[in-house]
């Protein structure tokens, strides 16, 4: 049985890592980002690159598009050289972006007057779990496409769940960066705490990581925050995105987030301060 043809928009941090695993696996993969350079250990390995969306997706028969900010990608999908000006009837989009529950919507139903069909399944991971294919991958949409596509998350996932609806998978997303963002205040001060106390960080996180405190961010990030590598696996500038998407749904149904409000308060501190690129473990940052 012929391998489906996959189009893949937007090779970042995580993205490029995804499309090593699809070819890997032997999956014909066109690309499009913005700057070709950028992508050229993908080229090297066989990926196919194009100068638009549109042409990246001709002749496929699934797309993933994994970009920045929900206006990319509204553009990215409706635009004049976007996916939808150029995509065969028939085919599949998936958004793996971190984006608005409303947009996704609206793809879904776009998708479907069209004959195309839509998923929205942003990730959760980072950098590491992009690189190792173990991805957290929290998908909205119809059920019978999410079955048809599983083998392939699998290629990039290992903890994929069905949540619902077109939607559903972005408001789950909010739930996990709700989550990660209160914890990170406690990974960055449990650190400066520690550290002020005159105890060895390693042998604190030896200790804490294994019983209730532990997380994901303390395992992965605080490390890096105990070296000061402020390299992103994610960037501050989408959490403070993500942020801003929950809140403005939180409003929506009428939520107070306090926790939340303090994360994305110290996060703007360290924007204001330059540093948008940085990853968030940079959050320690603010307590030096």
Same mark, same amino acid.
């Given at each position: 049985?012929? $391998?489906?043809?996959?189009?893949?928009?937007?090779?970042?941090?995580?993205?490029? *890592?995804?499309?090593?695993?699809?070819?890997?696996?032997?999956?014909?993969?066109?690309?499009?980002?913005?700057?070709?350079?950028?992508?050229? /250990?993908?080229?090297?390995?066989?990926?196919?690159?194009?100068?638009?969306?549109?042409?990246?997706?001709?002749?496929?028969?699934?797309?993933?598009?994994?970009?920045?900010?929900?206006?990319?990608?509204?553009?990215?999908?409706?635009?004049?050289?976007?996916?939808?000006?150029?995509? *065969?009837?028939?085919?599949?989009?998936?958004?793996?972006?971190? #984006?608005?529950?409303?947009?996704?919507?609206?793809?879904?139903?776009?998708?479907?007057?069209?004959?195309?069909?839509?998923?929205?399944?942003?990730?959760?991971?980072?950098?590491?779990?992009?690189?190792?294919?173990?991805? *957290?991958?929290?998908?909205?949409?119809?059920? #019978?496409?999410?079955?048809?596509?599983?083998?392939?998350?699998?290629?990039?996932?290992?903890?994929?769940?069905?949540?619902?609806?077109?939607? @559903?998978?972005?408001?789950?997303?909010?739930?996990?960066?709700?989550?990660?963002?209160?914890?990170?205040?406690?990974?960055?001060?449990?650190?400066?705490?520690?550290?002020?106390?005159?105890?060895?960080?390693?042998?604190?996180?030896? /200790?804490?990581?294994?019983?209730?405190?532990?997380?994901?961010?303390? /395992?992965?990030?605080?490390?890096?925050?105990?070296?000061?590598?402020?390299?992103?696996?994610?960037?501050? $500038?989408?959490?403070?995105?993500?942020?801003?998407?929950?809140?403005?749904?939180?409003?929506?149904?009428?939520?107070?987030?306090?926790?939340?409000?303090? #994360? $994305?308060?110290?996060?703007?501190?360290?924007?204001?301060?330059?540093? @948008?690129?940085?990853?968030?473990?940079?959050?320690?940052?603010?307590?030096?």
């Amino acid at each position: 049985m012929k $391998k489906e043809t996959i189009a893949f928009i937007g090779t970042g941090v995580m993205g490029k *890592s995804i499309v090593h695993h699809l070819l890997n696996a032997q999956y014909e993969v066109h690309i499009y980002t913005r700057t070709a350079s950028k992508a050229e /250990s993908l080229i090297e390995k066989g990926a196919i690159w194009h100068s638009t969306a549109a042409e990246a997706v001709g002749t496929a028969d699934l797309v993933f598009t994994m970009v920045g900010y929900p206006s990319d990608v509204e553009e990215v999908y409706f635009g004049d050289t976007g996916i939808f000006s150029n995509l *065969s009837k028939g085919a599949v989009v998936v958004d793996l972006t971190t #984006s608005q529950p409303v947009l996704a919507k609206k793809i879904a139903q776009y998708a479907s007057e069209n004959q195309f069909k839509a998923l929205d399944a942003p990730v959760s991971g980072g950098d590491i779990g992009a690189q190792n294919g173990t991805l *957290s991958i929290m998908v909205g949409g119809e059920k #019978s496409v999410f079955d048809q596509l599983l083998p392939i998350f699998e290629v990039f996932g290992q903890n994929i769940v069905y949540q619902g609806a077109a939607g @559903a998978g972005q408001h789950t997303k909010m739930c996990n960066q709700i989550a990660i963002a209160t914890n990170m205040i406690g990974v960055a001060e449990a650190l400066v705490y520690g550290k002020k106390a005159g105890l060895d960080l390693e042998t604190v996180l030896k /200790s804490i990581e294994a019983g209730a405190a532990g997380s994901w961010s303390l /395992s992965n990030l605080g490390p890096r925050m105990m070296k000061g590598d402020q390299a992103p696996g994610f960037y501050i $500038k989408h959490f403070l995105k993500d942020m801003r998407i929950a809140l403005e749904e939180a409003e929506l149904m009428g939520l107070h987030l306090p926790g939340l409000e303090l #994360s $994305k308060k110290l996060y703007d501190e360290l924007v204001n301060e330059g540093m @948008a690129e940085n990853g968030t473990q940079a959050l320690i940052a603010y307590y030096k």
